[in-house]
């Protein structure tokens, strides 16, 4: 398809009511990723096929990863929607033994506190069926630990908006980014994660948000045996109708 316009939309030849937003803005036409129609249902499929099939792994191999899958990763992370497109996010790598090693030290440290004492009876009893404790090996046998940070208002950084939701959608493409190089991840959140500042070298206005391990699964890695919810209980549609059957051409909106 060729490429229309280029230039700044002029508010005078299309009147504000035909917009989206304000025109006082710079614009440029919407990259396309151009899907043919055809393509598109099979394309929706493999990639759901291929992210159910992602776990939270515990359990890695030591066998090296290539670092241009971690930043590929990253980069993909990084294409996120963010609140004012502040991207409010840093992506810390290690993958060096020695500080895997002091990461490990002080995760489990606060991970005994938590399992002995910190933790609610409901939150130890929600946490059953994972079969965790406060054993953290993952943390130096996962070749790359990729510590994600929100980014706050500093000396080099703007006052974020929603900078949970902006960095939670970046992690969930990192993710599946990973997941799609038949990388394993584990999604692990230590607290608190201040330490994480000073054995990483951040400064204050840096506040972790997740560490992920990221490696091979090992070859004899297991997962608990948890299920997914039912699409019916996670999908509401206005008039109760299951999505696949669902006209497109009827509006949702109204
Ligand atoms: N942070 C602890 C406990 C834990 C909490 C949740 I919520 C989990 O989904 C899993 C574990 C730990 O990492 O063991």
């Known amino acids: ?80 929607p963010s609140g004012a497109n502040l991207q409010p996010w840093r992506f810390v790598v290690v993958a060096d033994p020695q500080r895997k090693r002091r990461l490990r030290a002080a995760a489990e440290q606060e991970e005994r506190a938590f399992y002995s004492s910190r933790a609610s009876a409901e939150w130890l009893a929600a946490l059953e069926p994972l079969g965790t404790d406060w054993r953290k090996p993952f943390l130096e046998t996962a070749p790359y630990v990729i510590v994600v940070f929100e980014v706050h208002k500093g000396p080099r950084s703007p006052r974020p908006y929603y900078a949970k939701e902006s960095v939670g959608i970046a992690v969930g493409l990192l993710l599946a980014s990973l997941h799609q190089a038949g990388l394993a991840t ?61 006209d497109v051409r009827r509006s949702w909106s109204g």
């Open 1 to 80: 398809m060729p490429v229309r316009s280029t230039g700044p939309v002029v508010p005078s030849r299309v009147g504000w009511s035909e917009l989206t937003c304000n025109p006082r803005h710079r614009v440029r036409p919407v990259p396309r990723q151009q899907v043919q129609a055809e393509q598109a249902l099979a394309r929706s499929r493999a990639f759901l096929e291929a992210m159910r099939t992602r776990r939270t792994v515990r359990d890695f191999s030591d066998r090296p990863v290539s670092y241009e899958l971690i930043r590929n990763a990253v980069a993909t992370a990084a294409t996120a």
């Open 186 to 246: 584990l999604t692990h959140t230590p607290s608190p994660m201040r330490w994480l500042n000073e054995i990483l070298d951040r400064p204050a206005e840096e506040r972790a948000f997740v560490v992920v391990p990221v490696g091979y699964a090992a070859e004899d890695a297991t997962v608990p045996d948890i299920g997914r919810k039912r699409l019916d209980e996670v999908l509401i549609l206005p008039d109760g109708t299951e999505g696949a059957v669902l």
